[in-house]
């Protein structure tokens, strides 16, 4: 997996095309507020990894001083993408690990972030 996790004041998204791979949904939008959001792109077997994963981003969390996450699909991280199915799965149960919010899968969004820009508002990791 890689991640870009961003502190940041606020991210709002709006949908505007289904792909080929999208989810159904039920909502086409959404907004979180003091946030640190987690931009996402799953690799093959990344599902394997969700305890090291949530580690990785626990620690963010805590250094940020985070309450809510908010994760959000973004392929572009990555050239070696894991199945839809796979990184649906995989997605849902780090929401559900963390009691967060994300962004559908395989949907083009606009998006709107506001990044606090303090020291330790921007990180990357690779697991």
């Known amino acids: ?25 039920d909502k086409n939008s959404g907004r979180a507020e003091e946030v640190l959001v987690v931009f996402t792109a799953v690799e093959p077997g990344d599902s394997d990894k969700i ?12 250094w940020t001083k985070a309450d809510k996450l908010f994760f959000y699909p973004y392929a572009h991280l990555s050239d070696q993408l894991s199945k839809p199915a796979e990184a649906i799965e995989v997605l849902d149960k780090l929401a559900e ?17 506001s990044v606090k820009g303090h020291p330790m508002a921007e990180f990357s990791r690779r697991i």
Do not use: C, N
């Open 97 to 113: 690990t963390f009691g967060a919010e994300r962004a559908p899968f395989g949907w083009y969004k606009r998006f709107t972030i």
């Open 51 to 62: 305890a090291q994963i949530a580690d990785s981003i626990k620690e963010v969390q805590e």
């Open 1 to 25: 997996m890689r991640m870009l996790l961003l502190h940041s004041d606020f991210i709002e998204y709006k949908t505007t095309k289904k792909t080929k791979i999208a989810e159904e949904i």
